[in-house]
């Protein structure tokens, strides 16, 4: 069974289809079409909705996250409150954000005014007072094609430039109660959760039988890759196993030499954690797709998935990355760098799962650059992916890790550069010239729709030459200083 809330309703769903998607699910199910389809792949936020939870950090508190409802399966929903934009007015009154988008102006066609209402409304219970770039952020996974940004941004800094004070804030404490009674539920056989074709184990040996009692069977975390093949592709399947509930892939922990997320924390969530210790990669991880997909697409997932344009593979590579995988019974350790063996192709075994990354913390001698190269600055996939970590000591190079997407059949490190750059001065023009030469030939791209192979290999052999343009700052800083004291 899945239990969960549509705002304060309890709903208890014995049988749905594997395949069966939220936004189906509430124009179908529930007939409520206030929540569009639009691109039925969550790049344009028609189907925003907001899901509500206990904060993790706060549990007498509620946390709420938007997703696309287009690309999210059942599973996902199982003990969270699912709030449509039906729900936000109450006795004849419209909602802050609602009333802020009229006063605005921000509404013309209105197809994309549900989503962008939902993202608002998510942005408006964080209590944070935005500012424009925060709203920017919050506001990054819907597209209007009519009304033009400007106002939109304006209501939203007005509706929560003040304290959030709607329904959902007083019925905060009745629903933080019903939302641990749906958990006090919950059979001690997690076997009993989910329904006949959405297996939803809790533990890692219930995942272990449930992989073996149905070898055919996909695991799935976040959906947002594996469900454009139910929405754009139409394939159907008939059994799934969630990962959404097992706290043993949840876990993130830091020691004085690393830093290990568990598989399937949504990125958004491992995402304060890795940019207090690398900061250095904002770019990459605040572009990743968008905020309702990072609020739902995990760092496990991303790997697993094997994608030769995947944006955090090449991060993961260049930072040393090292899998645990398991198979219910033991876990073993594998360098990220031996685990993509072919186009989608991994060693996962059929019986094991990504448990945890575990990322090595960096040296001061390390300097550290991703770069996406894409069409369009956010939700985008990358034509190219290039992530530097060179170790520099007294200007000279140490050692070069790095990764690199969109170039091959696979996420791929270059151990040319390396070997040719050791031992040579970072600020050298060799260092230059060399680094670009051996990146512009090293690989062998494909033309798509993306880029051409051509405008590839020049675009990675030029990221080298920035991540070097970039590292001269500091060195001639360096020289002023001595030659001046």
Same mark, same amino acid.
């Given at each position: 069974?899945?239990?969960? /809330?549509?705002?304060?309703?309890?709903?208890?769903?014995?049988?749905?289809?594997?395949?069966?998607?939220?936004?189906?699910?509430?124009?179908?199910?529930?007939?409520?079409?206030?929540?569009?389809?639009?691109?039925?792949?969550?790049?344009?936020?028609?189907?925003?909705?907001?899901?509500a939870?206990?904060?993790?950090?706060?549990?007498?508190?509620?946390?709420?996250?938007?997703?696309?409802?287009?690309?999210?399966?059942?599973?996902?929903?199982?003990?969270?409150?699912?709030?449509?934009?039906?729900?936000?007015?109450?006795?004849?009154?419209?909602?802050?954000?609602?009333?802020?988008?009229v006063?605005?102006?921000?509404?013309?066609c209105?197809?994309?005014?549900?989503?962008?209402?939902?993202?608002?409304?998510?942005l408006?219970?964080?209590?944070t007072?935005?500012?424009?770039?925060?709203?920017?952020?919050?506001?990054?996974?819907?597209?209007?094609?009519?009304?033009?940004?400007?106002?939109?941004?304006?209501?939203?800094?007005?509706?929560?430039?003040?304290?959030?004070?709607?329904?959902?804030?007083?019925?905060?404490?009745?629903?933080?109660?019903?939302?641990?009674?749906?958990?006090? /539920?919950?059979?001690?056989?997690?076997?009993?959760?989910?329904?006949?074709?959405?297996?939803?184990?809790?533990?890692?040996?219930?995942?272990?039988?449930a992989?073996?009692?149905n070898?055919?069977?996909q695991?799935?975390?976040?959906?947002?890759d594996?469900?454009?093949?139910?929405?754009?592709?139409?394939?159907?399947?008939?059994?799934?196993?969630?990962?959404?509930?097992?706290?043993?892939?949840?876990?993130?922990?830091?020691?004085?030499?690393?830093?290990?997320?568990?598989?399937?924390?949504?990125?958004?969530?491992?995402?304060?954690?890795?940019?207090?210790?690398?900061?250095?990669?904002?770019?990459? =991880?605040?572009?990743?797709?968008?905020?309702?997909?990072?609020?739902?697409?995990?760092?496990?997932?991303?790997?697993a998935?094997?994608?030769p344009?995947?944006?955090?593979?090449?991060?993961?590579?260049?930072?040393?990355?090292?899998?645990?995988?398991?198979?219910?019974?033991?876990?073993?350790? /594998?360098?990220?760098?031996?685990?993509?063996v072919?186009?989608?192709?991994?060693?996962?075994?059929?019986?094991?799962?990504?448990?945890?990354?575990? =990322?090595?913390l960096?040296?001061?001698?390390?300097?550290?650059?991703?770069?996406?190269i894409?069409?369009?600055?956010?939700?985008?996939?990358?034509?190219?992916c290039?992530?530097?970590?060179?170790?520099v000591?007294?200007?000279?190079?140490?050692?070069?890790?790095?990764?690199?997407?969109?170039?091959?059949?696979?996420?791929?490190?270059?151990?040319?550069?390396?070997?040719?750059?050791?031992?040579?001065?970072?600020?050298?023009?060799?260092?230059?010239?060399?680094?670009?030469?051996?990146?512009?030939?090293?690989?062998?791209?494909?033309d798509?729709?993306?880029?051409?192979?051509?405008?590839?290999?020049?675009v990675?052999?030029? /990221?080298?030459?920035?991540?070097?343009?970039?590292?001269?700052?500091?060195?001639?800083?360096?020289?002023?200083?001595?030659?001046?004291?």
């Amino acid at each position: 069974m899945i239990r969960f /809330l549509i705002n304060q309703d309890t709903v208890e769903l014995e049988e749905a289809r594997a395949d069966l998607t939220l936004l189906q699910y509430i124009r179908e199910h529930r007939k409520k079409t206030g929540t569009k389809e639009g691109c039925a792949a969550g790049d344009c936020g028609a189907c925003t909705v907001v899901l509500a939870e206990p904060d993790a950090k706060k549990p007498n508190t509620l946390h709420y996250r938007t997703v696309n409802s287009c690309i999210t399966l059942m599973s996902a929903v199982h003990g969270k409150q699912l709030i449509l934009v039906e729900h936000l007015s109450s006795n004849g009154n419209l909602h802050p954000v609602q009333a802020a988008l009229v006063e605005y102006h921000g509404s013309q066609c209105g197809f994309c005014t549900p989503g962008f209402i939902m993202s608002m409304f998510a942005l408006y219970h964080s209590n944070t007072k935005p500012n424009r770039d925060d709203v920017l952020h919050a506001l990054s996974g819907n597209l209007c094609r009519c009304t033009g940004y400007r106002p939109i941004i304006e209501a939203t800094l007005a509706a929560c430039a003040q304290a959030p004070n709607d329904q959902f804030t007083q019925n905060a404490i009745t629903t933080l109660k019903k939302l641990k009674a749906l958990s006090g /539920l919950e059979d001690a056989s997690d076997m009993q959760l989910g329904t006949g074709h959405i297996l939803m184990p809790t533990t890692r040996e219930a995942l272990r039988d449930a992989i073996e009692q149905n070898p055919d069977a996909q695991l799935v975390a976040g959906s947002t890759d594996l469900s454009l093949q139910f929405t754009q592709q139409l394939k159907n399947v008939n059994k799934l196993i969630s990962l959404c509930h097992i706290d043993a892939l949840k876990q993130c922990t830091t020691t004085e030499h690393s830093l290990t997320i568990g598989a399937a924390v949504p990125l958004n969530d491992a995402a304060p954690l890795m940019l207090k210790r690398f900061p250095q990669v904002a770019e990459l =991880i605040t572009r990743f797709a968008s905020l309702p997909i990072r609020n739902q697409a995990t760092l496990g997932g991303n790997v697993a998935n094997a994608s030769p344009i995947g944006d955090t593979p090449p991060l993961l590579l260049a930072l040393n990355a090292v899998l645990h995988i398991d198979n219910g019974i033991a876990v073993r350790k /594998l360098p990220i760098s031996e685990f993509f063996v072919g186009y989608r192709k991994t060693k996962l075994a059929v019986n094991e799962w990504i448990s945890a990354i575990e =990322i090595p913390l960096l040296s001061s001698f390390q300097k550290i650059a991703a770069y996406k190269i894409s069409k369009r600055f956010e939700d985008d996939i990358s034509a190219v992916c290039a992530v530097f970590n060179v170790t520099v000591e007294n200007n000279v190079i140490v050692n070069i890790s790095a990764g690199f997407g969109g170039v091959a059949a696979t996420p791929v490190q270059c151990d040319a550069l390396n070997n040719a750059l050791v031992g040579k001065p970072l600020s050298s023009q060799e260092c230059l010239t060399l680094g670009k030469q051996i990146l512009h030939d090293a690989f062998t791209p494909i033309d798509d729709v993306r880029a051409s192979a051509a405008y590839r290999k020049t675009v990675l052999a030029n /990221l080298w030459h920035r991540f070097w343009l970039e590292n001269q700052t500091e060195n001639k800083i360096e020289t002023r200083v001595v030659q001046h004291a």
